[in-house]
């Protein structure tokens, strides 16, 4: 429960419930873990472990698959596994520990607002003063979860230790041992252990005479894929693993070989495209995504095809299209719609073709021999601004008359209006775009796109209109418009 009376969060009362003065939502969400010991109580295994330092508070989470979809949900019904009343109380990170204990990290201190919120006179700033938090400062605590009748076991001396007992610990039930272990064996770069690891990683019981679990499997695995000795034998027989996790991971580290369009390979993890488990059907759907071949395409088409009910395959495939997408138009022309996008994109091939003639093709403007320039530069013209569309608009159908900015063009600006509302549409887009200046508006960036409807009506607006415009003309225009209109909405 955290403390009543100093809610020491910018969000004030807004971020609290009315009923008990608790934080209603989550706001410096920081320090996850999952725990991987064993020695808290087995159901904490696979927990996920993340710090609310604001609210002072740390969450526990059950970690579960809905198929193939991770979602969490609190373990306690509106409570929490760590609440403190004590103001200065900060978790911020948390882990397993080599002794395969939970341990938390708690920053400890008064404040934890950006100064921003805590200044003189701001409501927070009068509660800390009151409360004398601004000097509760330097005191980090590292708490040690431990449950009743632990014991303590060896401690790790692994950098003492030869990679042939190292391997042993990749099957280790503490994920910290399990991880270092790994590490520690590629620094190493010892490759005198890899028929240790082959054996492992094909599930045969080691030295201990126990078979490996899932996870000491996953970690040969990759150790194998770090020493650069995995191979595709070992490859083809993790494929068949009874655990999901081990094929999912021998598709994955498989990618190495799809890359090169490995017949075998794509085969072998196509067979995979129906595995019972979503996780291991939407790593293959990531893992040949990007393999052209035939067979590869037609193993991701049909996974596509066959799971469009599946919420996490769907948002898989959406994902790597955008992906594509970001590669080949770049970031920007990527996140718009594909008619937003099509528009800019004619706009360019026009521009090039006629504007860039005046204006140059990167719309700098063309210096003429020391003389005046025959058109202005276009990059960050102020009537290119984002909430300026129909200026642009207007200069494009019926052209401008200089001077320019004080300045004077030996060229005029020429009426398009004889092209269709799309054309004009296409290279308003594309030089708004490419050389206008974004503008935020209600912290959203207004589009730099103009639509074929918007072209239309400003034609329609102008009709009349069979001179150039001038600047004093289109300022007196926009003046009429309200804001709302001139930025298009
Ligand atoms: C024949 C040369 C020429 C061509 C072709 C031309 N422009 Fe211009 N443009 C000018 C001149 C010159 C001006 C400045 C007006 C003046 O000085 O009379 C101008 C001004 C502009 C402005 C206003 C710049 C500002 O800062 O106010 C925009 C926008 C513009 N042109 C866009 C275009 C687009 C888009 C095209 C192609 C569809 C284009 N221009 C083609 C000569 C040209």
Known sequence: MAHYSYPGRAGGFKRMRSDNGTLNHFTGVCGQSIYRGDRLPADLVGDYIVCEPVGRIVRRAKVVNQRGKTVLENVYKQREFIASTDMNFRPVNSATGPDVNLYIFDMHRGIIQQGNWTKPGYFLRNRIDSLGLSKNTGHGRIYRVVHEG??????????????????????????????????????????????????????????SGKKPS??????????????????????????????????????????????????????????????????????????????????????????????????????????????????????????????????????????????????????KGIATGGAMMAAPPLVKSQRLQYDAKNTATRIVLHGLSGPIDGKTYSSIMPSMADNNDEWIASVVSYIRYEFGEPVRKKGVTLSPVVKPEEVKKIREQEAKRSKPWTLEELAQRSKEETPMQEAGK
């Open 150 to 207: 632990y014991k303590q076991g060896p401690k790790p001396t692994m950098l003492q230790e030869a990679s042939s007992q190292l391997v042993a610990y990749l099957d280790h039930p503490n994920g910290w041992w399990r991880d270092n272990a790994q590490k520690q064996i590629i620094v190493l770069g010892d490759k005198s252990v890899v028929p240790a690891l082959k054996q492992m990683a094909a599930g045969q019981p080691g030295t």
């Open 214 to 363: 899932h996870l000491g499997v996953i970690h040969a695995l990759w150790t194998l894929e770090g020493l650069e000795a995995i191979d595709k034998e070992v490859l083809l027989g993790a494929l068949k693993h009874e655990h999901a996790q081990v094929r999912r991971t021998a598709i994955w580290i498989s990618e190495q070989y799809l890359k090169k369009n490995d017949e075998q390979m794509i085969n072998a993890v196509s067979e995979l495209m129906n595995d019972p488990e979503y996780d291991v059907r939407v790593q293959l759907l990531l893992s040949l995504y990007n393999c052209k071949t035939d067979k590869a395409q037609a193993t991701v088409k049909g996974i596509i095809e066959q799971n469009a009910d599946n919420e996490m395959i769907r948002a898989t495939k959406a994902s790597l299209d955008k992906n594509e997408e970001v590669r080949t138009f770049g970031a920007r022309l990527a996140y718009m719609s594909k008619e937003d996008r099509n528009l800019v994109l004619n706009g360019a091939s026009i521009f090039k073709s006629l504007c860039g003639s005046c204006h140059g093709s990167d719309g």
